[in-house]
């Protein structure tokens, strides 16, 4: 007689999920955004900058609550979107007040929406995309790069400098203790004394004059953009490679190509010079960033495209661009035509999601 095996005990049921942690981290970056666009009284922005902080944490609390209940379909889809929308609604204000150079956000949005295009383009090909050690590293600098610069912002030019340091040695501190206890160091916490500690050293060697006068954060942006672009090229070779082995570029890999620039270099780097656009440039490129996500899960899961054009909001997006850089457009009708780009992509988005939410809203992986 043969021994029954076990019954497998269910899983405790939780009072909050990782997605719902998601979720909320998601819904609660409109406050800073709003606070870096219109930058209330002191008190307020500290607040902000508080919850912004808080809000930046909380990716490691989903991630921790994630591996240990088991990942889900649709916690594959908010985890890396909610991470662009935060870079996105944090860094697209401070462009539109001239505090981060418009090439510098349009070269790292570019990037973005170029390589979720990519894994979209391999996974129909059934081709893996893998995420690298550089590709982690690259969102470790992007949120560790904005925390430092938001530094050059709300302190003093004269305390920065030893603020930098502080915030430096702090980090080294729990890196060498966390080394001592596990054995190991996690990317972003062994990285990120070395990132505040390079910002310091500028800042120190030549101290901000003024608001207009900020080597520290002109440096971060560098950084940042060299890391993700550097951590792009893995995803370019790699996707070069499966294009040539499986028939070459296709109409729709061209349309994603075009779609990320129209978004990245054409739309973002105006908010230098057209404050007025940011509030729709920062709800069209959500949505965008978005829509990527989902499309990236259905080519994963059903290889085919998603159901959510990228034509119309591209054609639209260099509409306002080109339209912008050249003045082809009266002040009134630009902003008409922006605040149209952001409606049309929610509406995108949302018809995206409805046609496809049965791959989305999937049980567990």
């Known amino acids: 007689m043969t021994e029954s095996a076990a019954p497998v005990a269910p899983k405790p049921r939780r009072w909050i999920t990782a997605n719902q942690v998601t979720i909320i981290r998601i ?159 996690p990317l972003w916490l062994g990285f990120t004394p070395v990132l505040l500690y390079t910002i310091f050293a500028v800042a120190w060697l030549r101290p901000s004059t003024g608001p207009g006068d900020n080597d520290a954060g002109t440096t971060v942006f560098i950084v940042m953009v060299f890391f993700t672009w550097v951590s792009g090229f893995d995803y370019l070779t790699g996707s070069w490679r499966a294009f040539r082995a499986t028939g070459g570029v296709t109409l729709p890999d061209v349309a994603r190509v075009i779609w990320s620039c129209a978004h990245g270099l054409a739309l973002v780097p105006l908010l230098n010079t057209h404050r007025s656009l940011a509030v729709p440039v920062i709800i069209a490129l959500s949505a965008e960033l978005s829509l990527g996500g989902i499309e990236n899960l259905v080519s994963a899961e059903l290889k085919r495209w998603g159901r959510g054009s990228v034509v119309p909001t591209m054609a639209a997006a260099l509409v306002v661009g080109i339209g912008a850089w050249f003045d082809l457009l009266p002040s009134n009708i630009l902003d008409l035509a922006a605040w149209g780009l952001a409606i049309f992509s929610v509406v995108n988005l949302v018809v995206a999601f409805v046609l496809d939410r049965r791959v989305i809203l999937d049980q567990p992986v």
């Open 27 to 185: 819904l609660a970056l409109p406050f800073p955004c709003w606070a870096l666009l219109t930058r209330p009284p002191d008190i307020i922005m500290w607040t902000a900058f508080v919850f912004g902080a808080v809000v930046g944490a909380t990716d490691f609390v989903d991630g921790w609550m994630a591996r240990r209940d088991g990942p889900t379909t649709l916690g594959g889809l908010l985890d890396p979107v909610a991470d662009k929308l935060f870079i996105a609604m944090l860094l697209l204000p401070l462009v539109a007040h001239n505090e981060c150079p418009g090439w510098a956000a349009g070269a790292l949005f570019t990037r973005e929406l170029l390589i979720t295009s990519l894994r979209s383009s391999m996974a129909i090909r059934e081709q893996k995309l893998k995420t690298s050690s550089l590709g982690k590293l690259k969102t470790v600098v992007q949120m560790g790069g904005l925390a430092a610069f938001f530094l050059t912002i709300f302190v003093p030019a004269a305390a920065m400098p030893w603020s930098l340091f502080g915030c430096a040695t702090a980090f080294l501190l729990l890196a060498v203790w966390w080394f001592a206890r596990r054995k190991t160091l």
